[in-house]
């Protein structure tokens, strides 16, 4: 088997190999009542947040982090997209924008990329196949924690390459506060914010003369009350496919099917 499976028959692994790896997504947002700041431990709480925006959609918990910069080779597969890709991706652009080439590069919803990735991984409740507890595992990841009243965000846009071109695909990770002038319209606020995540893509492309071909954007916010500790996480973790994950015919076949196709073939 190649550097992108996984030793385990059930588990996926942190990335071995620096070129050939699978990159998932996961925005997350996540909050746990006060319990150690009254005793001065403020950071305590912060960590049990953290902890539970890790597994609050998917199972990607009990991690050791390695941050590394915001690429996915042209050697390495997205989640959802190169592979195991739903069936309800790129059903209808929100926008498109221009790039410096003077192409147009249309903008989706990544959702589904969430949604495939929650099929991987699974959830506490539902077992699938989660990276390894206490794996080394390479993560592009942004996360903020509150610990007053207030509204955070997690965020984040995939600039996918040309598929003609030997580049990479761009991760743009955001976290922040939500102002209390942005809170009075959620709605306007959230379309701002997709536009400033595609447009952030399309500046990292411009300075690096990288074709675009989509965008996939995705924003979470959570607030946070008096008594509570929020986290918001933009994680996208590299990482190898649990042995039983690779469907008979291998990832060539992978490559060919959609999330549903997938699904089927390994009995999740």
């Known amino acids: 088997m190649g550097e992108e499976i996984s030793e385990f028959d059930d588990l996926c692994q942190g990335s071995r190999n620096p070129n ?5 997504l996961n925005v997350t947002v996540a909050k746990a009542r006060k319990s150690f700041s009254v005793n001065g431990a403020s950071l305590l709480d912060g960590i049990v947040a953290f902890d539970a925006a890790e597994v609050a959609r998917m199972n990607l918990g009990q991690l050791n982090l390695i941050e590394v910069s915001s690429f996915c080779g042209p050697d390495a597969l997205f989640w959802g997209y190169d592979a195991a890709r739903p069936e309800s991706l790129e059903s209808t652009p929100l926008f498109s924008m221009k790039q410096w080439s003077g192409d147009a590069v249309p903008v989706f919803d990544g959702a589904p990329l969430m949604d ?44 996918i390459r040309h598929p003609d071109d030997r580049s990479a695909t761009m991760l743009m990770e955001d976290v922040g506060l939500v102002s209390q002038e942005n809170r009075g319209d959620m709605a306007a606020w ?17 300075n690096q003369k990288i074709r675009c071909q989509k965008i996939f954007v995705v924003v979470a916010e959570v607030e946070v009350g008096p008594d509570e500790v929020g986290c918001a ?24 099917m959609s999330l549903e196709e997938w699904r089927k073939s390994v009995k999740t």
Do not use: Q
Request: with cysteine.
């Open 20 to 24: 050939s790896y699978f990159v998932a």
């Open 116 to 159: 495939a990735a929650t099929e991987l991984f699974g959830t506490l409740e539902r077992k699938a196949f989660p990276i390894a507890p206490g794996s080394h595992c390479p993560a592009a990841y942004k996360s903020i924690v509150l610990d007053r009243p207030g509204m955070i965000y997690a965020a984040c846009a995939v600039g």
């Open 190 to 206: 959230r379309t701002a914010m997709t536009r400033s995540l595609a447009e952030s893509v399309l500046a990292v492309a411009r």
């Open 233 to 256: 996480l933009t994680l996208l973790p590299y990482f190898t496919l649990a042995k039983n994950a690779v469907p008979a015919d291998g990832l060539d076949g992978l490559r060919s």
